[in-house]
């Protein structure tokens, strides 16, 4: 029995793992003003923390029995956690994006370690530490080019799309001003995104 419920707190552990990473992939990547946005946020919090609370009974056997990568991923796994618990209580914000950063690339790295030693247990390079660090490297190299084409996505698609500029110049009547004089709210130059109006729901 005590074999089957850690078989079982492993694969439920691993499980989450895998949504961390790809949730993390879509929040990164893709950011979204929307609900949908802010329910992956907290589907990734509780994952994170039922995460953690599944790792730490497992620990001490998965650091004996583990080999030098399974440990170094999980030790790093908790120091992302601790990170990112951290960033639960001061809220992320702007000011504190070097601590989501620095989230990030330590879970990356944890990522790394543990799915060269997967890949390990697969039999993939396994000709000892060479081959081991090997896979470490390569699923490092992997990650990373994973992460700068996510900034790069986020920066192209999102924040260049979302950045306000204004014109050198003001315009010289009104009509140029928003919509124009066709637009729902002339003379104002307020606008809504596809020329749309304001919806009553949205004064609820």
């Known amino acids: 029995m005590p074999f089957l419920a850690h078989s079982f707190g492993q694969k439920l552990l691993m499980g989450m ?3 961390l990473a790809a949730s993390a ?6 950011p979204q003003q929307n609900v949908f946005y802010a329910v992956v946020v ?5 994952a994170g923390v039922a995460a953690t609370i599944v790792l730490l009974p497992l620990l001490g056997r998965l650091i004996r029995e583990g080999t030098w990568l399974s440990r170094g991923g999980w030790l ?4 992302g956690a601790g990170i990112g618990f951290w960033l639960v209580r001061t809220g992320t914000v702007r000011s504190e994006w070097k601590w989501m950063y620095a989230h990030m690339l330590v879970c990356a790295a944890a990522l790394g370690f543990l799915i060269a030693e997967t890949a390990g247990r697969r039999g993939w390079l396994r000709s000892g530490n060479a081959g081991a ?7 490092l190299a992997v990650l990373g080019g994973l992460g700068a084409g996510l900034r790069y996505l986020r920066e192209a698609r999102w ?3 979302a950045r306000i ?3 050198e110049m003001p315009p010289p009547t009104m009509d ?6 066709q637009g729902p709210f002339f003379p104002s130059s307020a606008q809504v995104y596809g020329h749309r109006k304001i919806p009553s729901k949205f004064f609820m």
């Not at 907290?42 to 509780?46: E, K």
């Not at 090997?134 to 699923?139: F, K, V």
């Open 25 to 30: 992939v879509y929040l990164y990547g893709f």
């Open 42 to 46: 907290l589907l990734h919090l509780a």
């Open 176 to 181: 140029q001003e928003g919509d124009g004089p």
């Open 133 to 139: 660090v090997m896979r470490l490297a390569l699923c």
């Open 76 to 79: 790093l796994f908790l120091v």
């Open 17 to 19: 793992v895998a949504f």
């Open 165 to 167: 500029e204004n014109p």
């Open 159 to 161: 924040a260049n799309r």
